[in-house]
């Protein structure tokens, strides 16, 4: 079983959103998520300024097994790109939940609601 963290909110395609500061995420992949990859050696992500919509590609990460489509979670703008994920994609494996990989203004707040807590995504993914 995955870990899932309380007060995150979780999709579908694995991706986590988390509440920084009003209108502010933090979007990166899931411990379930990075786990079935295995060791991520590419991290492709869009520029700052790019705009998100919800349920869309967003870039992808590729791992020594297999490659994966990132998918948004919300709609929004990019503010921000972990850079460091770029130089040292294993840092996903390492702590998928520190190694956010966007900072995004979202549009519309509620749109979290559609995502799942911690509890239901860890149903989701036993």
């Known amino acids: 079983m995955s870990k899932a ?3 995150l909110f979780y999709s579908e395609s694995h991706e986590w959103v988390k509440v920084v500061d009003g209108n502010i995420v933090l979007v990166g992949i899931t411990d379930f998520a990075q786990s079935q990859l295995g060791s991520v050696v590419f991290v492709d992500l869009p520029e700052a300024g790019t705009r998100l919509e919800k349920d869309a590609e967003f870039g992808a ?11 948004s979670p919300v709609t929004g703008e990019i503010l921000e790109v972990n850079e460091d994920l770029i130089g040292e994609p294993e840092l996903v494996n390492q702590d998928d939940y520190a190694s956010w990989m966007l900072k ?3 549009d519309d ?3 979290l609601e559609s995502l799942m807590d911690a509890a239901a995504y860890g149903n989701f993914t036993e």
């Open 5 to 7: 963290v309380e007060g």
């Open 61 to 71: 990460v590729e791992s020594v097994k297999a490659a994966s489509d990132l998918i």
């Open 104 to 106: 995004v203004e979202i």
């Open 109 to 111: 707040p509620t749109e």
